[in-house]
């Protein structure tokens, strides 16, 4: 009975690569997010997405690039990863006109 | 804009001792204001929400804050610390851009409850 999902909990991968993060809720939530949690547990939003549609996109690298599918599900593709990309990445959710967001468990990214 | 300050990066204190998170936001209109906490290796959890009701706030594990409109605070207090309530908490104020609504954390607490 997971309300967000996330997967992977752990990615390790080399300079260069592409990876993709999946987020799942099974709230009926229509309001979807990733945050970036950096080394010194600062959180920061990246991208809002509302019924499929992207309504908030921070200052990120062109190398991010959200998708969604469908209102419960929120991926995060990565291209050509780099050392600074290395944080843990955390999806939430919560219902249009609603302020609380409720948070996956997170996906711990290392960069080598 | 909006934004928030969490005095102190680590407090400590003694199991049963009163907790005390200070939290102070800046925000252009009526904010709406949230505690979370990280317990180690997990994600975010709601402990308490501000939305305009009650200036005091009660949340889960005994936690309360107060919403200070004249002092743009928000702190986050417990009578008595237990031993789990060691973890990261953290000050959030709410905005909204478009049918979203953004959330800005301040940069943590972290909470260490000695025996």
């Known amino acids: 009975d997971t309300a967000v999902s996330q997967t992977p909990k752990y990615l390790v991968t080399q300079m260069g690569n592409d990876k993709s993060i999946k987020c799942e809720q099974n709230l009926g939530h229509d309001t979807m997010y990733w945050y970036k949690q950096d080394s010194k547990k600062f959180l920061k939003i990246m991208f809002s997405?509302?019924?499929?549609?992207?309504?908030i996109n921070e200052t990120v690298p062109n190398r991010f690039s959200p998708k969604s599918p469908d209102k419960a599900h929120l991926n995060l593709h990565i291209n050509s990863l780099e050392l600074g990309d290395s944080a843990v990445y955390f999806c939430?959710?919560?219902?249009?006109?609603?302020?609380?967001?409720?948070f996956g468990p997170g996906t711990r990214l290392t960069v080598t | 804009a909006q934004s928030v300050t969490q005095l102190g990066s680590h407090v400590s204190v003694s199991e049963g001792a009163l907790v005390l998170l200070r939290c102070n936001y800046s925000?252009?209109?009526?904010?709406?204001l949230f505690w979370y906490v990280q317990y180690p290796n997990q994600g975010l959890q709601l402990l308490l929400k501000?939305?305009?009701?009650?200036?005091l706030v009660k949340g889960i594990n005994g936690f309360e804050a107060e919403f200070k409109k004249s002092e743009t605070s928000f702190h986050l207090t417990k009578p008595s610390a237990h031993m789990s309530d060691a973890a990261e908490y953290f000050c959030a104020v709410s905005a909204s851009s478009g049918s979203a609504r953004q959330l800005t954390f301040g940069s943590g607490t972290q909470l260490t409850v000695l025996p």
């Open positions: 939430a959710s919560s219902l249009a006109g609603v302020y609380e967001q409720y």
């Open positions: 997405y509302n019924n499929k549609e992207l309504i």
């Open positions: 501000y939305t305009s009701a009650a200036t």
């Open positions: 925000s252009s209109v009526p904010p709406y």
